[in-house]
């Protein structure tokens, strides 16, 4: 089992940054699969971005070449950089552990309490 906590939400006008850090706790972190999925109001979840234990990465259409994943497995940590960020990136951004990348939020076993992202325009 696997504890998640992610850090670095805020508020941040249209073509800011925002890092966001999904601190991990528990066995064998280095062998999950973690994914960023985020919630807006009244819509379902969506899947932004996942990096496997090789550093295999997938993002959303939405969010490539403006967001970045990456992890530290000495530290136990997935960082998502949020760069250029637009209005309809508000959302709650939720870290998530599973055992293998994949696309399909349902697929991730553990997750995180979420921080708020709010783009103003």
């Known amino acids: 089992q696997v504890q998640l906590v992610e850090s670095g939400g805020g508020l941040v006008q249209a073509g800011g940054s925002l890092r966001l850090s999904c601190a991990a706790s528990?066995?064998?972190?280095?062998?999950?699969?973690i994914g960023w999925v985020r919630q807006a109001p009244g819509k379902d979840r969506e899947f932004v971005a996942a990096i496997n234990w090789s550093n295999y990465i997938k993002y959303a259409d939405s969010v490539k070449g403006r967001f970045t994943i990456s992890r530290d497995n000495a530290k136990n940590t997935v960082s998502l950089q949020m760069n250029s960020l637009k209005p309809e990136d508000t959302a709650v951004y939720y870290c998530?552990?599973?055992?293998?990348?994949?696309?399909?939020?349902?697929?991730?076993?553990?997750w995180g309490q979420g921080t708020q992202v709010t783009v103003s325009s």
């Open positions: 998530a552990a599973g055992y293998a990348i994949a696309t399909l939020v349902d697929s991730y076993r553990y």
């Open positions: 528990g066995r064998a972190f280095s062998s999950y699969a």
